[in-house]
């Protein structure tokens, strides 16, 4: 597999352009909708009043073909559905777009989904990231389309993969407009004779029913490509007010983010979208945004900052005074290493340390923490805490206890120190990741819990607190899944919750174990749900108000394990048990479509999302491209009509 770009970046420079043209298209109140089943080998039926031919059984010019090489689109070798499919490009150098326009059925107080079938037959080699691609384009009139990029992701090449676009809120635009859709499938190739054709068939409007759930609130909606890894925090002593942040892309081909906020000042009912967070212009990137409130309404968000050049990295931290409207600049925590993955916390008790904020982080396998003592102002010299690997978390008691969970990473190609033995890599590109998925031998994660009574100052020796067998590098679908831990605190109570996901069962699952003695001993881990046969992955936890709530995407409602929902689980006894899982989102989602490609070539959904509890309600704060865009969205959900156990 080679890296020329010549025709595919001529269609992803248009395909991002188009994206960026465009806000989201969303709506609240989204619920899940249910096409008809369709079988193979059956019949595709289309409503002629919408997409008329969508089994491309006929040649009455329904579809219009432009572009550059490739052969005619219809064939009857390797149909889903009847007795023909289309087949777009397979050569190199090519450029075809196959498109219809039409007027959609009205929603009829349901749902409008977009329905098709797509294989991909390609030469490009398995397990990298493939240099051809297919979007799927719906334009209102003459406005500019919303794009959906698709990638070789090795289900895709197995067999055909059922796609859905819920296009209810864009029909409905049109008709009051009274334009029609266009519909374009738009395939690129590269030069590289190692190429790629696209196969589609069984292409359908269909209308389906949406099932009751919880409004789910657009929370983006500004001018980028995709939104990923977003949190989330609300005021200790305001739940009207919240702050997220999350990664703004401009570019996805690329990989090119920077952190940008949002603020609710209603509970999350509405949100407001700041922007880019300003003064890191030296940087190319910034990155891992996470939230906090401090004492008095201050809010907090850490970021990295990733330079091209190596050893130039760093840590930062921002502070609004005004609920997260505007921020003054940056302050560096930690300059000049390769930093990755940091977390936040800050001090709320009444303790002697009210007010410290804590960031940790690692560098190559080695984890820092360091404080600020003047509400943010400036931060003492970096203290190294624990040879552990990404995805430390820091969280403060209710006393002013500072906890620390550090993650050692053991298996062929790490010391028993948890050191990486193998050349550094480019953390923000996550390759350093790659190895538990490709390696030889085991790769093993041992969260240990570091415990300091004197305002981080010191820190008690580590205490384990679960070992547990490393997420393949990349779920169903291609996308990159890691296993991080998360980490909360009962305020009442003082008990410690930690959860994560692995594969010890085969496919991804969430755990938690917990500590009911001040971190000095934990309870053997327990996985949180049903044995379903389908991955659970990137669990999120809050506390507060005797009620712990746990979110993770959940693909136990879809028996090919490729389509997601957001699911939020209530624990009424400090975390002994957890009750059955409650839809948050309204809509299943592929986590793999629109997503970005990280430079390890896995498809970049994100690695954590955010939660938060504001006055008895649970806020999940995610991101899916149920839109056809990387998109985020919350809820709300009273926590105690979750069920307990």
Known sequence: MTRREPARSRFLAAACALIFLLPAVAAAGRAMPQPPPLERGQPVETDTRALRDGGFETDDAAWRLAGRKGRPFRTDRGAFAGA??????????????????????????????????????????????????????????????????????????????????????????????????????????????????????????????????????????????????????????????????????????????????FASADGGQTWREGGILRGLSGFGRTSDPVVAFGPDGAVFVSVIAVRDAPSDWGVFVYRSGDGGATFGPPVAA??????????????????????????????????????????????????????????????????????????????????????????????????????????????????????????????????????????????????????????????????????????????????LTRSTDDGRSFADPARVHAETGGDQFQPVLAAAGGEVVLAWFDRASDPDNRLADLVLARSADDGASFGPPVRASTQRFDPSLAAPTDGSGALFFGDYQGLAIAGGVAIPFWNDPRTGLQRIWSARLPVTDLPAA
């Not at 990298?128 to 209102?140: E, M, P, T, Y």
């Not at 001018?223 to 005021?235: G, L, M, T, W």
């Open 334 to 511: 930690d300059v000049g290493t390769t930093n990755d993955k940091a977390w936040l916390a800050v001090d709320t008790s009444d303790g002697p340390h009210r007010g410290t904020v804590y960031v940790v982080w690692q560098d190559r396998c080695v984890t820092f923490l360091a404080r600020s003592t003047d509400g943010g102002a400036s931060f003492r010299p970096r203290q190294c805490l624990a040879d552990a690997c990404a995805g430390a978390q820091v969280a403060v008691g209710p006393d002013g206890t500072v906890y620390v969970v550090a993650p050692i990473w053991i298996g062929e190609r790490f010391s028993e120190g948890g050191v990486q033995a193998t050349p550094e890599t480019d953390p923000e590109t996550e390759s350093e990741s790659a190895p538990p998925g490709t390696g030889e031998g085991e790769i093993r994660v041992r969260f240990e819990l570091l415990v300091s009574r004197d305002g981080g100052a010191t820190f008690a020796a580590p205490v384990v607190a679960a070992d547990v067998p490393m997420m393949p590098f990349v779920l169903e679908g291609g996308f990159r899944a890691v296993t991080l831990a998360q980490l909360a605190i009962m305020p009442e109570t003082g008990t410690l919750l930690l959860a994560w996901n692995d594969a010890r069962g085969g496919d991804a699952d969430v755990w």
């Open 84 to 261: 023909t499919a289309a087949r777009l490009c397979g050569v190199p150098g090519c450029d075809q777009r196959l498109s219809q326009t039409f007027r959609p059925p009205p929603a009829d107080g349901g749902a409008l989904l977009l329905d098709f079938r797509l294989r991909i037959e390609t030469a490009e080699p398995p397990g990298g990231a493939c240099q051809d691609a297919i979007a799927v384009l719906l334009a209102a009139g003459d406005a500019p389309p919303n794009a959906v990029g698709r990638t070789c992701d090795e289900a895709t090449r197995l067999s055909y993969v059922a796609h859905q676009m819920d296009v209810t809120a864009l029909a409905g635009e049109a008709a009051a407009a009274g334009e029609p859709l266009t519909l374009t499938f738009a395939a690129a190739t590269d030069d590289d004779e190692a190429t790629t054709a696209f196969w589609l068939d069984a292409v359908r409007i269909v209308r389906a029913d949406r099932p009751p759930g919880p409004p789910n609130v657009p929370v983006s909606g500004g001018p980028f490509s995709a939104y990923s890894e977003p949190h989330v925090a609300v005021d200790p002593e305001d739940p009207a007010r919240l702050v997220g942040a999350a990664k703004f892309f401009h570019d996805n081909a690329r990989y090119r983010f920077r952190v940008g906020t």
